[in-house]
Nanobody, 120 residues
């Protein structure tokens, strides 16, 4: 069993900052790419940022220059530092990871999400 647990969401004023964390636990052999997605009310889930098991990153155009994704492989944790937040960043943020278990089975996993609300 593998679990992804997000934390760090909350209510913040426009222009403020939040840091999201996502810790993977369970029968993990290796974690490949990790990423953050978000889903706003009435909208489709979209990629926010992703990071390989090295240092290669990818960002949605809407967050470039404001958000930073990074990971701590020793802790099986990925972070999303969000600065200069805007009301349109309001969404449920989901963690995603490609994980190979100790049984050498590769699967894609999702966390349950954490709500970020940015007030104007």
């Amino acid at each position: 069993q593998v679990q992804l647990v997000e934390s760090g969401g909350g209510l913040v004023q426009a222009g403020g900052s939040l840091r999201l964390s996502c810790a993977a636990s369970g029968s993990i052999f290796r974690i490949n790419a990790m990423g953050w997605y978000r889903q706003a009310p009435g909208k489709q889930r979209e990629l926010v940022a992703a990071i390989t098991n090295g240092v290669r990153t990818n960002y949605a155009d809407s967050v470039k220059g404001r958000f930073t994704i990074f990971r701590d492989n020793a802790k099986n944790t990925v972070y999303l530092q969000m600065n200069s937040l805007k009301p349109e960043d309001t969404a449920v943020y989901y963690c995603n990871a490609d994980i190979v278990t100790r049984d050498y089975v590769g699967m894609n996993y999702w966390g349950k999400g954490t709500l970020v609300t940015v007030s104007s």
